[in-house]
């Protein structure tokens, strides 16, 4: 019997499989189709989803693999209507990456499975889930070529048409209407800029974005009714849409058809099984939400899965659904106005557009940059804390220079100690005394945090308290640790 069962080797599924193997646990992953995914896809990732990545070492490839268009060009119709770059800002000690990294899903996906091959750990493509029956103290498993498994629980990761969320019966609220879109990777040559490209008018869309020198890129184009997406159609919409005559699009290495659904899972837990990423929540592809939101799900999900096989109470498990779905709630939300936006505006308003639209897109991309949840009122928030530990920059005791991000990389939490001893706590905690065990050079850490003696971080890096009292963090471990 394997620990946990993932089903799903999406960026979700990955994600969760490497924070589970980085605490020692026994996980297999399953995916039904017969290889890695390919395609574009989600397209941009997010400074937050950044940090969980550089909690599992990763950080630098994505970072080394970042194909970002800096500079974006607006249409409306065919004429330009606006022409901007954003300004990137400058990685700073507690926000070490405070920008975007844009590149298609694949690549995500490929780094990931390579960490968890890294770790022992090789995707089962070609599995096919059938059904399962959750016994309470485990989850037995059929697939589809008729073998079995068990498992302690089970995680379905399996995409917004999840058959582990149909099996569980939860109900998937939300909309959906006629809206689709053609999305795809292809070559395109007749765009001399390196630049993010959009046309909009009259309810149509078209989106041109490169990724790096040689590499696809990707398009997305809106479809009538009765459009049938093709390359064919795709190269004539471009010209049409963008009066371009001797733009090509070409070599056509993946598509797919998008389809406009906003929907929710109304649970992400029945008993021993779970739902993370598009299994629980779907999205518009505006905003880059999707695959943010699921890597975000797995990384509040999987240290909770390690504690409670390790002896922890289960009503541990019930906090991932707290924390998650009122998150998955306010994304939704967020992600339909995105949608909104990206059409085209009441004919009244177009004069104006000119002026409006760069600093509208200006200040999307920062509020998407400031993506970092937090769980105030979450069972597992002592008041005054809830939010993502920032990180800082010190010396060890040795003169070694060291993160924070790289202390609270352990399996378990961590407490940051301020002019204090670290007491003798339970549970899988590590603790530092900045000033002795970590020496805050120039003040960087003791900035970033509030004033309290001690600072007690998750293990998926969240601040579960600031306190002066040893006691209560005694207290924190005995209930949620042991």
């Known amino acids: 019997m394997v620990d946990v069962l993932v089903v799903g080797a999406g960026p979700t599924g990955l994600t969760l499989a490497l924070q589970l193997s980085r605490w020692g646990l026994a996980v297999r992953v399953v995916d039904q189709a017969d290889g890695p995914q390919q395609g574009g896809r989600g397209f941009g990732i997010k400074p937050r989803t950044l940090e969980v990545f550089d909690a599992l070492g990763l950080a630098d490839q994505f970072l080394a693999a970042d194909g970002t268009a800096h500079r974006t060009k607006v249409y409306l119709g065919q004429a330009l209507l606006t022409d901007f770059t954003t300004k990137q800002d400058a990685p700073a000690p507690a926000r ?136 064919e159609w795709l190269q004539q919409t471009v010209v049409e849409r963008t009066g371009i005559q001797d733009l090509r699009v070409s070599n056509l290495r993946w598509t797919s058809v998008w389809r406009y659904s906003l929907r929710i899972a109304d649970r992400y837990r029945v008993g021993r099984v779970f739902l993370a990423g598009d299994a629980a929540h779907v999205h518009s592809p505006f905003g880059a939400f999707g695959m943010n939101t699921g890597v975000q799900d797995a990384n509040n999900l999987a240290w909770k899965l390690a504690l409670v096989l390790q002896g922890a109470g289960e009503e541990l498990l019930d906090t991932y659904e707290a924390e998650r779905l009122p998150v998955g709630r306010q994304v939704l939300e967020e992600s339909d106005r995105r949608f909104s936006s990206a059409t085209a505006p009441p004919r009244i308003l177009q004069p104006f557009l000119r002026f409006l639209v760069k600093p509208f897109l200006v200040r999307l991309n920062r509020r998407g940059r400031t993506d970092h949840p937090s769980y105030p009122t979450s069972p597992l928030t002592v008041p005054g804390a809830g939010g993502s530990a920032p990180d800082g920059v010190g010396l060890t005791a040795a003169g070694e220079k060291v993160r924070l991000f790289e202390l609270f990389r352990h399996p378990g939490f961590t407490v940051l100690a301020f002019g204090v ?56 471990l005995r209930r949620w640790s042991k």
């Open 96 to 231: 070490p990456f405070p920008n975007y990294v844009a590149l298609p899903q694949w690549r995500t996906v490929e780094i990931l499975r390579a960490g968890l091959a890294a770790q022992g750990v090789e995707v089962e493509y070609g599995v096919t889930l059938a059904s399962f029956t959750d016994h309470g103290s485990s989850v037995s498993v059929e697939f589809a070529d008729g073998s079995r498994a068990s498992t302690a629980y089970l995680v379905g990761c399996d995409g917004g048409r999840s058959t582990v969320r149909k099996q569980l019966g939860i109900g998937f609220a939300g909309s959906s209407d006629t809206a689709r879109a053609m999305l795809a990777d292809v070559d395109v040559t007749g765009l001399a800029d390196h630049a993010v490209h959009l046309w909009a008018s009259d309810q149509q869309m078209l989106v041109l974005r490169p990724y790096r020198e040689g590499e696809p890129w990707q398009a997305v184009a809106s479809l009538g009714d009765e459009a049938e997406p093709s390359l």
């Open 421 to 476: 001893d670290v007491p003798v706590l339970p549970g899988p905690v590590r603790g530092f005394v900045v000033g002795r065990d970590l020496i805050d050079v120039d003040g960087n850490i003791r900035r970033s945090y509030p004033k309290r003696a001690y600072a007690l971080i998750r293990p998926d890096g969240y601040l579960a308290s600031l306190t002066d009292d040893a006691a209560e963090l005694e207290s924190y």
